[in-house]
T-cell receptor, first 113, second 115 residues
Framework: EADIYQTPRYLVIGTGKKITLECSQTMGHDKMYWYQQDPGMELHLIHYSYGVNSTEKGDLSSESTVSRIRTEHFPLTLESARPSHTSQYLC????????????FGEGSWLTVV | EDKVVQSPLSLVVHEGDTVTLNCSYEVTNFRSLLWYKQEKKAPTFLFMLTSSGIEKKSGRLSSILDKKELFSILNITATQTGDSAVYLCAAPVSYYGGSQGNLIFGKGTKLSVKP
């Protein structure tokens, strides 16, 4: 079983608050990803990283930002949360050369009120 | 534009039935296709398919890829209520001309197995 952890699992916050979703993996994977998934909808890649100090935006535009200062850690930050940010955020990592097999964390459910 | 299309989007069956889930794809420089099962949390990996015509099997689940017709199917035999989930199909794609692929996902097939 993959060791990738997300916190918090569930969060309800007010509009305008700054939040950081934490993601850590203990597998030494170089590649890490953030996906966003609205209920009943498909997964969309919003950020990815191929290693320390490497971050790129994915196919879905997002107001969130990410950082990759350590291999094992890939936090996602929203500077000013809005109700439109309400969603599930899934962190993932991969060790394969082509990123084919991806291991997911359990997800962070964010509700902005 | 790369895409992965799944059908049906939802399916209701009774325990013991056999189901077939479909996934078609259009992916530049196709390398592989993956199936995931998603219950209430994150997707869990089921299969990765790279070669046409070779069936991958795990218990009651099996999957096969047809690279000529650009599709894959996921079969579940003797379904159980625990099989109720969203089944996702995904394929690695290359962003910004890079050689390292990220996954694009289909919308998923929501399977409900009734007792």
């Amino acid at each position: 079983e993959a060791d990738i952890y997300q916190t918090p699992r569930y969060l309800v916050i007010g509009t305008g608050k700054k939040i950081t979703l934490e993601c850590s993996q203990t597998m030494g994977h170089d590649k890490m990803y953030w996906y966003q998934q609205d209920p009943g909808m498909e997964l969309h890649l919003i950020h990815y990283s191929y290693g320390v100090n490497s971050t790129e935006k994915g196919d879905l535009s997002s107001e969130s930002t990410v950082s990759r200062i350590r291999t094992e850690h890939f936090p996602l930050t929203l500077e000013s949360a809005r109700p439109s940010h309400t969603s599930q955020y899934l962190c993932a990592s991969s060790d394969s050369p082509t990123g084919n097999t991806i291991y997911f964390g359990e997800g962070s459910w964010l509700t902005v009120v | 534009e790369d895409k992965v299309v799944q059908s049906p989007l939802s399916l209701v069956v009774h325990e013991g039935d056999t189901v077939t889930l479909n996934c078609s794809y259009e992916v530049t420089n196709f390398r592989s296709l993956l199936w995931y099962k998603q219950e209430k949390k994150a997707p869990t990996f089921l299969f990765m398919l790279t070669s046409s015509g070779i069936e991958k099997k795990s218990g009651r689940l099996s999957s096969i890829l047809d690279k000529k017709e650009l599709f894959s199917i996921l079969n579940i035999t003797a379904t159980q209520t625990g099989d109720s989930a969203v089944y996702l199909c995904a394929a690695p794609v290359s962003y910004y001309g890079g050689s390292q692929g990220n996954l694009i996902f289909g919308k998923g097939t929501k399977l409900s197995v009734k007792p």
